[in-house]
Structure formats: structure tokens, C-alpha cells
């Protein structure tokens, strides 16, 4: 499980990591694709399903689905990994190609104006006064 | 399609903006209201198109990597309230289209003792019709401002809230957002008017 996020780096420092020292570049860990094979959102939940991968699985992915036992979101995935959203939705992408994750883009119905909504949001900050 | 027989697990994911100038205190706001310790997650955005004078003596760059701290706030079984701030770099992240895209609403910090450093917020999202509130970060006591100063110079419609606000202080965090959500069901809902005043 990845610590802290870097706090402020210098952009230079991003791909540095406390344990591991300099990380790879990015796209290389997905091959060098640039584009997910499906639209994902940073809000996007993933969820891993418990099916069997027949595939291998390279550390990136193996580490994506260790962090998929809950449901949770793209963004999240992307923040534990430290890696660029678009990286981590190729991955993403991958373990749901190959059955080892489900997921669902936000849902539209969650208007901004449904009030339904909003006062479901109110009442929960209320509470937490 | 997986996303289906597996729907009902799933909860939904909303989002709010935290945004303003550079150390007004948005990722501070982010972690005093967040339930779980910020996160950050960053983008690979293209930037060929930006017309930006502050890499002046740098080569054009094709990409850059823009950053965002984020926390969430479980609302029910149904719904995820997730808050995204940005650390920095604001004409970046304002190219990150998806951030903003579905976005609920928006919360402007501002500091008094740098007004303008929020211009550029208040104009995205002015411009990306996202609602937002402006809530201005008390560092210091001795600039307090009233609210119709810092209305006038932000040229503010009259419409749009502003508030005082501790953003270390969870309670007075929490109050902004639900000052927020109250001023987006003022602005949904045919209701009477709904107190709008400063967070608790």
C-alpha cells in the first residue's frame, strides 16, 4: 500500500517514490498506450469482481486490483498508485477486459440540480456538524 | 456489460470544487472536511493550445502534468461526495475538462489580503455556468472585510453568496459546504429564500 502522497514536489520529482527512488515514466506502464479502450471517468467506480484471470497479470495491474477490493473510485485507484489518471484507466481498462473488474461511469441521473439530491447532501453535512 | 449485473454495489460518486489562489488554503479545507487524509491525483493534460507567458525561456511544451488534491465525505449507502482542490497551477487545471464536467457546485476561498488571486476561479466558473459561493479564508483578523467589499471586488452578482470562513476548522468547513448546498437548492428549487448568512 503506497504511504503518503507526495506533498508540493518539484515537478521533476513526481515520478520519485519513498521506497522505490525514481519511477519509470509513465506511459510505460501501459505499454506506451495512451488512449483507456473504454470512456472512464475519475469518478467512475471500479470494483473487483473475484473472478479468475487467466491472464498474467504484471505488477501494475496486480497492484490496481489490490486496490479494487472495495468498491471505489478511478480517482482513488490513481491517487494509491501514483499514477496519472489516464495511466491508471488503461490498467483499469485492462482488468475489466479481462473480467477481473467491474465498473460503472457516475450516474447521470445524480443531476446537480435534483434537489432529491441536494437535500440528501444537505442532511448528511448537517449531521456532521 | 459487467457495469450492470454489478450496479447495485456501486454507489455514486458527486462532485464539489474547491478552488482560488495559489495558498489560500484549499487543500487545507479539503482535508479538515475529508473523512479519509487527502489524496492526489494527477493528469497528463495537453497544453499545445494554451497561450501562457509563464514558461517564457522553456521549450513549448506539448503535455503537462497537473495536480489535484482530493477527500470525500460518505453522504448515504447511495452517494459519495468527493472534493477536489487545487494545489496549484490554476490556468492548468482549467483545461482539465473533466474535473469541472458534472461537477454539483464550487466553492471559490479567497484571502482579502489577495483578492484577485481568485478572479480566474470566479470567471471559470462563471463562464462554465457552475455554481459556486464565495468563501473567504480569515488568516488574519485585522483585514476583515464585509461581505459587500469582497462582493464589489470580485464584481459579484448580487445573487451569489459570500461567507467568512476558518479553513482549518472543521465545523466552520462543513458549514461552507452546506451554505453551498443550500444556495444550489435556492437556485434549483422554486423555494423561499433559505438563510445564506455565515457557516456555524
Given at each position: 500500500m503506497p504511504g503518503t502522497p507526495p506533498r508540493g514536489t518539484p515537478d521533476d520529482e513526481h515520478w520519485?517514490?519513498?521506497?522505490a527512488g525514481k519511477l519509470i515514466r509513465p506511459y510505460t506502464v501501459s505499454g506506451g498506450r495512451t488512449e483507456p479502450t473504454m470512456r472512464m471517468e475519475l469518478l467512475s467506480m471500479v470494483m473487483a469482481t473475484g473472478r479468475p484471470v487467466h491472464n498474467q497479470l504484471g505488477p501494475d495491474h496486480s497492484m490496481a486490483l489490490g486496490l479494487c477490493a472495495e468498491a471505489t473510485t478511478v480517482a482513488e485507484i490513481a491517487a494509491r498508485l501514483r499514477l496519472p489518471a489516464v495511466v491508471t484507466k488503461i490498467l483499469l481498462c485492462d482488468l475489466v477486459?479481462?473480467?477481473?473488474?467491474d465498473t460503472r461511469a457516475p450516474d447521470p441521473l445524480a443531476d446537480p440540480t435534483n434537489p432529491a439530491v441536494?437535500?440528501?447532501i444537505l442532511?448528511?453535512?448537517?449531521r456532521r456538524l | 456489460m459487467p457495469y450492470k449485473e454489478g450496479s447495485e454495489f456501486f454507489s455514486t460518486a458527486l462532485k464539489l470544487l474547491i478552488a482560488g489562489g495559489f495558498g489560500v488554503g484549499k487543500t487545507t479545507f479539503v482535508g479538515t472536511v475529508s473523512e479519509i487524509a487527502p489524496l492526489r491525483t494527477e493528469e497528463i493534460l495537453t497544453?499545445?493550445?494554451?497561450?501562457t507567458d509563464d514558461l517564457s525561456g522553456v521549450e513549448r511544451k506539448s503535455t503537462t502534468t497537473v495536480a489535484m488534491d482530493f477527500g470525500r465525505i460518505t453522504i448515504s449507502s447511495e452517494y459519495v461526495l468527493y472534493l477536489f482542490g487545487t494545489p496549484g497551477q490554476e490556468r492548468f487545471w482549467f483545461?482539465?475538462?473533466?474535473?469541472?464536467n458534472g461537477a454539483i457546485g464550487a466553492v471559490v476561498l479567497a484571502d482579502t489580503r489577495r483578492l484577485e488571486d481568485c478572479f480566474a476561479a470566479v470567471d471559470f466558473f462563471e463562464s462554465r455556468g457552475i455554481d459556486f459561493l464565495v468563501a473567504v479564508n480569515e488568516f488574519d483578523p485585522d483585514y476583515r472585510y464585509e461581505p459587500g467589499d469582497v462582493r464589489g471586488a470580485l464584481d459579484l452578482k448580487p445573487e451569489i453568496p459570500v461567507i467568512f470562513c476558518d479553513a482549518r476548522d472543521r465545523k466552520s468547513a462543513t458549514g461552507v459546504l452546506i451554505s453551498l448546498i443550500k444556495y444550489l437548492l435556492e437556485t434549483h428549487v422554486d423555494s423561499p429564500s433559505l438563510e445564506n448568512g455565515a457557516p456555524a
Open positions: 520519485f517514490d519513498d521506497a477486459d479481462c473480467g477481473a473488474v441536494l437535500e440528501t442532511n448528511a453535512l448537517q | 497544453t499545445a493550445s494554451i497561450g483545461m482539465w475538462d473533466e474535473l469541472s
